[in-house]
C-alpha cells in the first residue's frame, strides 16, 4: 500500500478484485467471483449487486433462518421460501427476523 492510502472497510481488497456498488452496504466494495447460484435471475441480480461482505452477511442470516423455521432445502416450498428471504433481505425492506426468535446472548 502507498503512503496515505486507506483500506476499505471490512478487509483488504486484492488488487484486480471485481468492483460493484453493493445494495446493502450502499458503497462501491469487492463483488463476488461468480453468481452464487445457476439458473434463477436472483443469483444474477446478487452477482451484479451484492459486495461479499454482504453476502457473508446474508449466509449467517441464512442459517439463523434455517434453523428457526428448521427449513429442509430438499423441498420445493423451503427453496422458494429462502429465495424470497433472499430477495428481501438484499433488494426489499430487509431482514427479518422470525416470529419468537430470541438472539443469542439475550436476556429473555
Not at 463476488?32 to 446478487?46: K, V
Request: proline letters at 8%.
Amino acid at each position: 500500500m502507498g503512503s496515505g492510502s486507506v483500506p476499505p472497510v471490512g478487509g483488504e481488497a486484492r488488487s484486480g478484485a471485481r468492483k460493484i456498488f453493493c445494495v446493502k452496504f450502499q458503497r462501491e466494495m469487492e463483488g463476488l467471483a461468480e453468481p452464487p447460484f445457476d439458473n434463477h435471475p436472483l443469483g444474477q441480480r446478487i452477482y451484479e449487486n451484492v459486495s461479499k461482505e454482504a453476502w457473508r452477511l446474508w449466509v449467517e442470516h441464512m442459517k439463523m433462518i434455517m434453523n428457526e423455521y428448521r427449513l429442509n432445502l430438499g423441498t420445493r416450498e423451503a427453496q422458494e421460501f429462502l429465495l424470497k428471504q433472499m430477495e428481501e433481505y438484499f433488494f426489499g425492506e430487509g431482514a427479518a427476523f422470525p416470529p419468537d426468535y430470541v438472539p443469542p446472548g439475550s436476556t429473555h
